[in-house]
């Protein structure tokens, strides 16, 4: 993941069954950043990251989630079921 000045916005997503970001994020610095926000457009997302899934709420406002786990980053990516038509998920 590159360090974002600004939130992260994906390419539109479309169609039916599972959709994934095709992209893998994770924090750099733990320790600068213990948490991260993901929020999504159109419609809802799930952050994968190996311990637990964390969904991304359709909303104007970031949900913010831990960064890592006993000072370890996670790496995830984002995944949806049958994606609302324009969907895109943002992270920051």
Excluded at 44 to 59: E, I, Q, T
Excluded at 73 to 88: C, K, L, Q
Aim: hydrophobic share 35%; proline share 7%.
């Amino acid at each position: 993941m590159d360090d974002f000045v600004k939130p992260y916005e994906s390419n539109p997503f479309s169609g039916s069954g599972w959709h994934f970001s095709g992209l893998r994020f994770t924090v750099r610095n733990v320790k600068l950043n213990p948490y991260f926000g993901i929020r999504a457009h159109l419609d809802s997302f799930k952050f994968f990251n190996g311990m637990h899934d964390v969904v991304a709420p359709v909303s104007n406002n970031f949900t913010y989630t831990v960064s890592n786990f006993r000072g370890t980053p996670f790496i995830g990516y984002f995944a949806t079921w049958n994606p609302v038509t324009n969907s895109r998920y943002h992270i920051y």
